[in-house]
């Protein structure tokens, strides 16, 4: 009842404050030899970083690397929908401006960056002009995005405000308001552009700029009237999947365009001097004109910043201590090597000069690996000690066939394996010795539960491939992906406890993980990384999983595949590892440059 009073007063208290409403003050300001003063605004400030696109400006990560650094109080991070031709429909998806912000953040988890909050979905559509015209009028929903604005709004104040970044529109900034108007006072909004595309939402940024305290920049004007782009700077910038984002900005993506993107305040914010003159704006708020933009202090700012190892600190929690099995050319020849991803330290352990050698698996106890080699002109399935000893050949198919990858049982009696060519793609198993051969149905890279009753497979369909389970005796055949996947690498892991696969699916023109119960319910995506993600592999105690990430889905056609296999680049099909939860996801730094080119997944060595 208590908690209802209290609703009550609130919602009292807000239709009182927007029925007497009242042009917000401008921000204020005075200008120094030093460059603009806004009163009450430091890196002390609360900030919230609310944008539409995350991946066409560098601003999110520098403002990241700052919190990073401990430099900032950095509360939140939103994703509000981009407004634009919002009046014929929207001119994108919210859905793939979602994607964007994950994706940047888990770019910047896997770099080691801290204290960066995962972002949170904002308005998911734009505000509309009232028939009356007045703003008390206007029909609005709150979001999470909304309601965080109001949490942090209430505890700053006048003199210590929160300091809210808009590089979209300003409709969750408007939406708050309109909860609460009380808050009003207690932040300062900042935007990019606000007259013309980030303004596309007109009426939230009419009630943004007439009720809230408002600065604005580039009115009538964008960076490439003030700066002509020089991306070198960007190959200062360290090795990890962060800084890799920001130098395709630079040198290929919208760099050109967008330059420093929505960031020219929130470097003032840390670096005075990169804005040194702010003028009246309508007489409520203020703008930066084109001549007080100091580009070049923004650019020694940012790469200070970039530049700073401490950013990249927040590493230790994902120390493995388990070996993998990874196929790898370092050698000039293609082998197997078993790797300490810690240290990088590797042993090799085929050693055999002029053929090629893929797609390896521990036996349960660890004593043994399985892996394919074309030593005798196709590759056949073969048998190694984990010291490099007693090798054994297991099949023994001739030129036209090829044995694919394997899953050994929990007992360690079989081993499940795919044959291809001459007819549609088989499963098979085998025993360790070479002996109990048998086809156990068809379909592509068998994988088998920890409990030895069912089979994890890819079938192949006129749509696409489709994960499907079935029990060992071929009985209970079920297809857990509906949608096909045109591209293939489907290539099924079991979790250890035997409560979920993961697995690869095409999302738009990339492969990206999930995992998903056997009954093909709960699926979840794990990566979201935008090209190619495959072959994944689970660490014995869960926590982990390992898969391959390639910067093209090289297999789609011949022209690609052969390409690839001609250029041999090993780094652009690096080993990377994340959480099972799909958390984090980042390349294993000592494997970066030490892989091979054809998809082979690294699996963990049995404890």
Known sequence: MLLRM???????????????????????????????????VSPQCPMI?????????????YLWAKASLGKCQLRGNI???????????????????????????????????????????????????????????????????????????????????????????????????????????????????????????GWAWKITMERCRFANWARGYFWDKVNTWNPERFNELPKNPLCDFLKDYAFKGHGKANQWGDGAWIFYV???????????????????PKEGTNVEWMGEEFFVTMTNAAVYSNREGWRMGQELLVASFRTGDTEIFIVDPDTGDARNLT???????????????GKFVAFNSDRDGTHNLYLIGADGRNLRQLTHEKPGVEAGMQSWTADGKW???????????????????????REVGNGIDPAVSPDGKHIAYAEARKDGHHLRVMDVDGTNNRMLTPTGNVFGGVHAAWSPDGKWIVYADQVGDALELFRIDPEGKNAVQLTRLGKACTTPAVSPDGKWISFRYCDEIYWRDGKTSE?????????KRPVWVMGSDGSSPHVIETLHYQTTIDGSRAPWRPK
């Open 563 to 571: 390409r690839a296999y001609r250029e041999r680049r090993a780094d």
């Open 79 to 201: 994703i509000t929908r981009c407004t634009f031709g919002w009046e014929k429909g929207y001119a994108h998806r919210f859905e793939e401006q979602i994607e964007d912000g994950r994706k940047l953040y888990h770019w910047a988890k896997a770099s080691g960056l801290k204290n960066v909050p995962e972002p949170i979905l904002g308005s998911k559509a734009a505000l509309h002009r009232p028939p009356s015209g007045k703003i008390e009028d206007t029909k609005f929903e709150r979001s999470p995005g909304s309601d965080l604005i109001i949490a942090e709004a209430r505890k700053a104040s006048p003199e210590k405000p929160l300091l809210v970044f808009c590089g979209g529109s300003c409709t969750t900034v408007a939406c708050a308001y309109l909860t609460d108007p009380k808050i009003a006072e207690c932040m300062i909004v900042f935007q990019i552009d606000g007259g013309a595309y980030n303004g596309s939402d």
């Open 6 to 40: 209290v609703e009550t007063a609130v919602y009292l208290l807000a239709a009182a404050l927007l029925a007497n409403p009242a042009l917000a003050e401008a921000p204020k300001h005075r200008m120094t030899d030093k460059g603009l003063i806004l009163e009450g």
């Open 415 to 437: 081993i499940y394996f795919g044959l291809f060519g001459k007819g549609p793609p088989r499963m098979c198993r085998i025993a360790p010795d070479g002996t109990g051969f």
């Open 49 to 61: 970083y609310d944008n539409d696109w995350w991946t066409d400006v560098p601003d999110a990560a």
């Open 351 to 365: 050693r055999s000069p002029k053929s090629k050698e893929r797609y390896p698996s521990w036996s349960p106890d």
């Open 270 to 288: 840390f670096d005075r001097r990169c804005l040194a003159k702010a003028e009246g704006y309508d007489r409520i708020a203020i703008s930066v």
